[in-house]
């Protein structure tokens, strides 16, 4: 297995930006797709976005989608979430997985396909 760290959370008023990033340990990296998801207070974890082993297919929620980026960097073990144009519904703890299943797939929302979990970082959107 990977291991994770998620990072650039923090406060941000409604309509700014925030990067994430997730570093992974180990030099398998490029063997696994990515993915976010997010976990809002009193609810369900849920799937945001997730991209390929190679970076070339990605994929998003519905709520996100067009203000949200996924990206990786192989050669740094590092995938990140560009997310701009925040809503204070983005408010959740954020959290990277990563899946060897299906990493030539992108689309992959079940949290159970994901062996690897970051311990998450924290987003606030301030409206």
């Known amino acids: 297995q990977v291991q994770l760290v998620e990072s650039g959370g923090g406060l941000v008023q409604a309509g700014g930006s925030l990067r994430l990033s997730c570093a992974a340990s180990?030099?398998?990296?490029?063997?696994?797709?990515m993915g976010w998801f997010r976990q809002a207070p009193g609810k369900e974890r849920e799937f945001v976005a997730d991209?390929?082993?190679?970076?070339?297919?990605?994929y998003y929620a519905g709520s996100v989608k067009g203000r949200f980026t996924i990206s990786r960097d192989n050669a740094k073990n590092t995938v990140y979430l560009q997310m701009n144009s925040l809503k204070p519904e983005d408010t959740a703890v954020y959290y990277c997985?990563?899946?060897?299943?299906?990493?030539?797939?992108?689309?992959?929302?079940?949290?159970?396909?994901?062996?690897?979990w970051g311990q998450g970082t924290q987003v606030t959107v301030s409206s």
């Open positions: 991209i390929t082993w190679s970076g070339v297919s990605t």
């Open positions: 997985a990563a899946r060897i299943s299906g990493r030539t797939t992108a689309g992959i929302v079940s949290e159970n396909e994901y062996g690897s």
């Open positions: 180990g030099r398998t990296f490029s063997m696994y797709a």
